[in-house]
Nanobody
């Protein structure tokens, strides 16, 4: 079973920032695109950000395009999600996900982490 391990969630006020981290096994990190999904309470999981390091592409869902930044550290097999100007609607579980191709990622056909909770209070 693939282990994607997230960390960095927490509680912040509106306008605050958090950085999430996800570490993957090296063979997964090297061969897959990696990114993040958000599941708000009572809603379906939705893709937030994706980075395909091997082809140099990054994409975001429009709702976070100017607030969240995805990045990576090859030496640590880790992908990050820097979240700024957080809003209450950003509250929920954030899941690290990995897929070989971007289309697989966005349709949810991924390896998954267990998630980390983010709570944004107004």
């Amino acid at each position: 079973q693939v282990q994607l391990v997230e960390s960095g969630g927490g509680s912040v006020q509106t306008g605050g920032s958090l950085r999430l981290s996800c570490t993957a096994p090296e063979h997964i990190y090297r061969s897959n695109c990696m990114g993040w999904f958000h599941q708000a309470p009572g809603k379906e999981r939705e893709g937030v950000a994706l980075e395909c390091v091997r082809i140099g592409t990054i994409s975001y869902t429009p709702a976070v395009n100017d607030r969240f930044t995805i990045s990576h550290d090859n030496a640590k097999n880790t992908v990050y999600l820097q979240m700024t100007r957080l809003k209450p609607e950003d509250t929920g579980m954030y899941y690290c996900a990995a897929a070989e191709y971007a289309y697989q990622f966005w349709r949810g056909d991924n390896y998954w982490g267990r998630g980390t909770q983010v709570t944004v209070s107004s």
